[in-house]
C-alpha cells in the first residue's frame, strides 16, 4: 500500500505499523526483517529497552530548553568527546547529519578567515553523500540527486575528486587533480572514510593518508563524514580509526538519535572557540533534553555490548558466507556491517531487492546509478536473524543463478 501523498519520498514497498529488535511489521501484519535499518539508524534495532527507557524518563522532566543548557546534552557532548578522543573538546548539536555538514562548512570558513583566508574552495569526493540541503547536496559527489538542480551542480568553488578502487594511492597526482580542479584557495576537503550511499566504496590503504597530507600542505581543513559510518557500524567505533587518520572536524549523526533526528559537529577548542554566540545557533538542534539521554542510552549500549566488535565479526561471518556463492558479476565489499552488493545494472539491484522483500528481508538501495544493494542491519542483531539474512540471501542468488 502506498499513500499517494507520499509517494515522491518512499520507494515501493510496505507501510509499517510497528517493529522489535531486527524486526518490522507492517499494517498487514507481515514481518519483515530489517537490514535497512533506518537507513543506518537504528544501530540498537527497533524498541530497544535502553531507548525505551531515556524516552520515559527525560519526557517526564524535559523534553527541550532551547537556549538554554540541560544536563543530558552536556554529559552526551562529554561522552562523544571522549569516544572520539584526540583535541575534540567542543560539541556543537544539528537537526540531522545535513545540517551538522553544513554547520561543519561554516565553522570551516569562518575559522579560515579569522586567518585571513577568504577563498571558496572545498573538495568533495565523488559518490560521496552528504545530504540533500543546500550546501550539503552540493558536496555530494552524485549527479542523481541533482537532477533538474543546476545550481547545486555548479555551486561555487565546491570540486569533487575521485576515489581510486583499487592500487596504491598517488599523492602527486591526486595533489594535481585537485589543483586543477580548485578555483581559489584551498579551505577544506569533506570525505566518508567508507562511502555508504554512493555505493559502499572503501578507498585503499593510503588515500585518507594522502587527503590528510593534502590538507596539511595547503592549510585546509580535513572534515570526515561518519554520519553512516560512526557509532560501530564498520567494525570500530569511528572509521577514521582503521586508517590511523584524523580528521579536524567530526560529523556525527544517523544512529546517535536511535531513530531521533540528529546531528553532531566535534571538534578541538581552536576551531570551536573561534564562533561568538550569536555566530551561530538552531531551535531543535542545540539543546534537546530528550535527544540527549536518548544519545547517551545509544553510546552506553554501544560500549556494554561491544557492538563495534559485534559488527565485525558479524559483517566478516556475512561476507564470507556471500562471497562464494555470489553470481560471478556480482561484486562484493564492506567494512563491518556496512555491505555493498554491486550489480550491472539497475533493473538488476532492484530486481534483487523486491525479490527479498518478498522473502521477508528488507535491504537498501544506492550508488550514483542505482546498481548497489546496501545491507545494514542492527548491529546487535541476532545469530538466528544473521543466520536468516544468509540464508535467505543465498537462496535469492541461487534463483538469480537459475535464470
Known sequence: MTHPALVATLLDGPVMRSGSGSWLVDIEGNR????????????????????????????????????????????????????????????????????????????????????????HSIAALENGYHGRSGIALALTGMNIYKTGLPGFSLYPGIVHLPVPRTGEVDLDELGRQLDARSQDDLLAVVAEPVLGVGGVIVPPDGFLRALRELCDARGALLIFDEIFTGLGRTGTTFAFERSGVRPDILVVGKPLGAGLPVGAVLTPDDLGSCWAPVDHSTTFGGN???????????????????????????????????????????????????????????????????????????????GQHRSIVRLTPPLNITSEDLKLLESTTLAVFDEVARR
Open 32 to 119: 519483515y526483517l530489517d537490514c535497512v535499518a533506518g537507513p543506518g539508524v537504528h544501530l540498537l534495532g527497533h524498541g530497544h529497552p535502553a531507548v525505551i527507557s531515556a524516552i520515559e524518563r527525560q519526557a517526564r522532566e524535559l523534553v527541550h530548553s532551547s537556549f538554554q543548557l540541560n544536563e543530558p546534552v552536556i554529559e552526551l557532548a562529554e561522552e562523544l568527546a571522549r569516544l572520539a578522543g584526540g583535541s575534540f573538546r567542543r560539541v556543537f548539536f544539528a537537526n540531522s547529519g545535513s545540517e551538522a555538514i553544513e554547520t561543519a562548512i561554516k565553522l570551516a570558513k569562518k575559522f579560515q578567515a579569522a586567518r585571513g583566508r577568504f577563498g
Open 288 to 366: 534537546g533534553a530528550l535527544v540527549g539521554a536518548v544519545g547517551k542510552a545509544v553510546l552506553g549500549e554501544l560500549a556494554a555490548s561491544g557492538l563495534a566488535d559485534a559488527s565485525e565479526r558479524a559483517g566478516n561471518q556475512l561476507m564470507g558466507a556471500l562471497r562464494s556463492a555470489a553470481p560471478a558479476d556480482v561484486e562484493m565489499r564492506g567494512q563491518g556491517l556496512l555491505i555493498g552488493l554491486e550489480w550491472r545494472s539497475p533493473e538488476q539491484a532492484m530486481a534483487f531487492r523486491r525479490r527479498m522483500m518478498a522473502c521477508g528481508v528488507l535491504v537498501g538501495i544506492g
